[in-house]
């Protein structure tokens, strides 16, 4: 496996290069900047010019690219134009927000797609499939916008079990943390699940009709254990790597998820920071959420080799 | 060895107990929620206030009196003084001001004992160093205008400063009345928003930017100490979250919420509403383009709209004021014959346009693209195809507004959107961006700028005529003109006492207190 990694390395570096000159240029391509911003909608020219030079905004595109490449590779993220703090400080306050919606909701993501997909795929029970399949329509046919609006009016409003507005941090308090955690992250794991369980299901019923599957049937297997032991262990393959570009997803549907929640997580950092054109986090915040699907995709491959033996890494 | 089925049943039963007893052993956050909303039967002092607010906070553009800051900025940082609700400006940290017979000198006196949060006295020399913050066009002051017209600030001693003027100046009251006093140590600290220092009741512990802010009582403040032992600022960016966050109980004050959300809570006795600044939305067009290069045409369009119909529709007739001018009401001198200049008269849109020509011309409306723009963009549309032109909409997310509107380049008719600050009408002839010199409207004769110096150069008695002449001026020649005034609204809950507004409705919470 180290080798497998080894040999990814050079495409890794080559993503993130092209990653760094598209994540520079295309904030810019945007009209306004930092210093306009800062300056507000009735500042003079002469104000916004100011605050521009001050930035140190008015050096060439080249210049300030390498100044900021220079300092990436050198684990200085740099300075916010528009916050004046450390780029880093600003993402790693707000990361722990984020990583815990996103972990609790791939949870429930995994859980509700694999189990509805193992529900819908299992050739028992046609009930079962009826209601999978219902199920999965409804949910992919709903965004996850209106899922979270429809948790907070359920158990916020009309039976006021859980909060619906702000966050505490698990770290702070683990129950409290906890209850304002859980609809944020069902919402989101319901809206991504759906895929996952649909892949699943059709790919389970494919496979029912194999040959290894006849012979362990015809060999006395019980239901259960053709289901679990033989269709599911062969039908992961391609749900696996489903998850694995799901979890890419799950960060860009936590934007929404985070404004509707009201937590403070990177996506409502990303949004603020395009939306006050903040440069420097917006090129940071792109570059992280590549070496995310990058990484995704990586553990997805390992993953995948482990559970299905045809399949060799060096390969 | 496999488990039997009844192990198995077994172990389920006793996981769900498990979870069940960790669970209600688990405090609810929903009835931690509710304490918080649940307030004692008088009013009592301490507690926590909790503040919503849409946009982050900008402690970083102090000097630039953004909306953003409206939450904590007078609650923290003081001015010298500060304009009443007949705009007469009050002893604030200056207790004491002469005026030479020229006008042309001004001697201050300050308030002594007044200390900064970091335990230093405050003296003229703190003054002198924020007028001039507020002069460095790096600061993006609105007023800073104001304060690069001084020729020189004199120290005399730590509580007299004397400040000459290079001309007379009616409108230095709305430069102290939006330059917070802040110490020359601690001016970096605001860069960053890691340490902000003022006089006010309260001190700034803290700011995790986009997401929330902490503020003290300050115990060593010059006048009456605060009521409560702290404020908690929330930032709130999703409209419905805020209304989430008030109705869950959350929030006990929302700043900037949805005219919309705030309609809602209204009628509900559980919130209280309070009006504060004003903010104008202006229609211009631009005298280079035609059809709007004949004055016809250009009053026409103001005769096409509905004022009404916008007041009603978008902004809700308990949160606007129909009105043609940039003054609000208060101001001294105020043209009140001239508010309804232009009424909705379709019929004499159709007449006019015809005299200029302009029937059937294409228009491209430029908007801010903000929920209620657009949608008072879209009443305007409607009414100009109502009279005959052929109008488009050209909706331009906010920085690109931005960028647009200084350069003084919106196209032939724009939308725009200018916060009143309650400043006099001479500051808003050089802070609006509508009225100044380089507006989007290409505007600039030698008659508007003779109108506009008799008015800054107007005496007491000149000047109510001055304003009447230069307004109705405007109105005439319709390069820009109000379509409504919209007045900012504030929900509280209303269990919340002796919140009180600065004139450009930043909140003053040293009076605050929560009861029930």
Redesign the interface.
């Known amino acids: 496996m180290l080798k497998f990694l080894a040999k990814k390395i050079p495409s890794i570096l080559l993503v993130l290069f092209a990653t760094s000159i598209i994540a520079f240029l295309l904030p810019r391509m945007?009209?306004?900047?930092p210093a306009?911003?800062?300056?507000?909608?009735?500042?003079?020219?002469?104000?916004?010019?100011?605050?521009r030079a001050?930035m140190g905004l008015d050096k060439s595109l080249f210049v300030q690219y390498l100044d900021w490449l220079g300092g990436f590779v050198r684990g200085d993220l740099g300075m916010?134009f528009?916050?004046?703090?450390p780029v880093s400080e600003?993402i790693l306050?707000?990361a722990e927000s984020t990583i815990e919606l996103a972990l609790l909701a791939s949870v429930f993501m995994i859980v509700l797609g694999i189990g509805l997909g193992v529900m819908g795929g299992a050739a028992r029970s046609k009930t079962a499939r009826v209601v999978a399949d219902s199920v999965n329509t409804l949910l992919i046919a709903v965004p996850a916008f209106v899922v979270g609006?429809l948790l907070?009016i359920l158990f916020?409003?009309v039976w006021?079990?859980?909060?619906?507005?702000?966050e505490?941090s698990l770290s702070e308090d683990f129950?409290?943390g906890f209850?304002?955690l859980l609809l944020p992250a069902l919402a989101l794991g319901l809206a991504l699940a759906p895929g996952i369980a649909r892949l699943l299901q059709t790919t389970m019923l494919a496979t029912q009709g194999e040959d290894f599957v006849d012979l362990a049937r015809a060999k006395g297997a019980s239901p259960r254990r053709l289901t679990y032991r033989h269709v599911l262990r062969t039908s992961l393959g391609a749900s696996i790597v489903a998850i694995g570009m799901r979890f890419g997803e799950l960060f860009g549907g936590a934007i929404i998820i985070e404004?509707?929640?009201?937590r403070?997580g990177l996506g409502?950092?990303i949004?603020?920071a395009v939306?006050?054109?903040d440069y420097l986090l917006v090129q940071v915040l792109i570059m992280a959420a590549v070496l995310i699907a990058v990484i995704s995709q990586l553990l997805t491959e390992v993953v995948l080799a482990a559970m299905d033996p045809r399949i060799r890494l060096e390969d | 060895m496999a488990m039997t089925r009844g192990a198995k049943a077994l172990s389920l039963i006793a996981a769900l107990g498990v979870a069940t007893a960790t669970l209600s052993g688990c405090q609810s956050a929903v009835q931690l929620e509710d304490k918080k909303s649940e307030a004692p039967a008088e009013i009592v002092a301490g507690g926590t206030l909790h503040l919503a607010q849409a946009g982050d906070l900008a402690p970083m553009s102090v000097m630039a009196e953004r909306a953003a800051n409206g939450s904590w900025a007078s609650s923290v940082l003081e001015t010298l003084t500060m304009y009443d609700a007949d705009m007469t400006p009050q002893p604030v940290l200056a207790t004491d001001w002469t005026l030479s017979d020229d006008g042309l000198t001004m001697q201050l006196t300050l308030r002594e004992g007044v200390k900064f949060h970091n335990g230093r006295e405050m003296t003229a020399d703190d003054v002198k160093f924020s007028i001039e913050l507020s002069a460095d066009p790096a600061n993006a002051a609105q007023v800073g205008f104001i304060a690069r017209t001084f020729t020189s600030i004199t120290v005399d001693s730590p509580t007299q400063l004397t400040i000459e003027f290079g001309a007379p100046t009616p409108n230095v009251f709305d430069l102290f009345e939006q330059t917070p006093i802040v110490p020359e140590e601690a001016w970096k600290g605001f860069a960053d928003g890691s340490s902000i220092i003022g006089t006010g009741p309260f001190a700034f512990d803290s700011w995790s930017p986009g997401a929330e802010a902490h503020l003290s009582r300050y115990d060593d403040y010059w006048g009456e100490p605060a009521l409560l032992d702290d404020i908690e600022i929330a930032v709130i960016t999703d409209s419905t979250a805020m209304l989430n966050a008030v109705r869950s109980g959350r929030a006990d004050v929302a700043l900037q919420m949805q005219p919309v959300d705030v309609t809602s809570l209204q009628a509900d006795s559980s919130y209280k509403v309070i009006n504060t600044s004003a903010s104008a939305y202006p229609m211009g067009v631009s005298v280079e383009v035609a059809p709007f290069d004949k004055k016809e045409a250009r009053q026409a369009i103001q005769y096409a709209v509905d004022r009404e119909r916008i007041a009603e529709q978008v902004l809700g007739n308990d949160a606007s004021r129909v009105t043609d001018l940039f003054w609000e009401p208060t101001v001294p001198g105020y043209p009140a014959d001239l508010e309804n200049y232009y009424s909705y008269d379709p019929e004499k849109a159709k007449d006019l346009l015809e005299q200029a020509g302009a029937v059937g011309a294409e228009v491209e409306i430029t908007t801010l693209g903000l929920p209620a723009n657009t949608a008072v963009a879209e009443i305007v549309r409607n009414n100009l195809e109502e009279v005959g032109l052929k109008p488009t909409l050209n909706v331009q997310e906010p920085q690109a507004w931005d960028a647009n509107q200084v350069k003084g380049e919106l196209g032939a008719m724009f939308l725009p959107l200018h916060g009143l600050g309650g400043v006099q009408p001479v500051t808003l002839l050089d802070r609006l961006p509508s009225l100044r010199e380089g507006n989007p409207s290409h505007f600039w004769t030698d008659e508007y700028v003779e109108l506009r110096t008799d008015l800054i150069t107007a005496t007491e008695d000149e000047y109510a005529d001055a304003l009447h002449a230069l307004t109705e001026y405007v109105l005439d020649e319709a390069f820009t003109g109000v379509l409504v005034q919209s007045i900012s609204q504030v929900v509280t809950t209303a269990d919340v006492n002796g919140i009180s507004f600065t004139s450009r409705g930043y909140v003053l919470a040293g009076d605050a207190s929560i009861s029930e």
């Open positions: 945007a009209p306004g900047d306009q911003a800062v300056a507000g909608s009735d500042a003079t020219e002469e104000q916004v010019a100011a605050i001050a916010s528009v916050y004046n703090r600003l306050d707000r609006l907070i916020g409003v006021r079990l859980l909060p619906v507005s702000g505490v129950g409290i209850q304002y404004a509707i929640f009201a403070n409502q950092l949004v603020q939306n006050s054109r």
